[in-house]
Nanobody
Framework: VKFVESGGGLVQSGGSLRLSCVAS????????VSWYRQVPGNERAFVATISLGGGVASYESSVEGRFTISRDNDKNMVFLQMNNLKPEDTAVYYCIAEGPQFLNHWGQGTRVTVSS
């Protein structure tokens, strides 16, 4: 099982980024997939999740309306479109499939820095 995130970077407040995650080693289309983020010194926090087929998504309240999660089951990929970024969105972002069997398979994440 492996998750590889990419697409992070430095962006000004109000800007946009699109994060990507490639998953491998398991039946990707059988699981909900989520994005989490972590600020140094804090635990990982939920950002967004998407259902198996991509028809249902939910978001942490502070990103609702600004972030959009999507997936491509043919490519085993999940995406996070982030618009109107704010300095408080600065974090390392991770993707993970939802299930206890994935808890020890976090990737390296991708760093997002939003300057004010």
């Amino acid at each position: 099982v492996k998750f590889v995130e990419s697409g992070g970077g430095l962006v000004q407040s109000g800007g946009s980024l699109r994060l990507s995650c490639v998953a491998s080693g398991f039946g990707f289309s059988r699981y909900s997939v989520s994005w989490y983020r972590q600020v140094p010194g804090n635990e990982r926090a939920f950002v967004a999740t998407i259902s198996l087929g991509g028809g249902v998504a939910s978001y942490e309240s502070s990103v609702e309306g600004r972030f959009t999660i999507s997936r491509d089951n043919d490519k085993n990929m999940v995406f996070l479109q982030m618009n109107n970024l704010k300095p408080e969105d600065t974090a390392v972002y991770y993707c993970i499939a939802e299930g206890p069997q994935f808890l020890n398979h976090w990737g390296q994440g991708t760093r997002v820095t939003v300057s004010s």
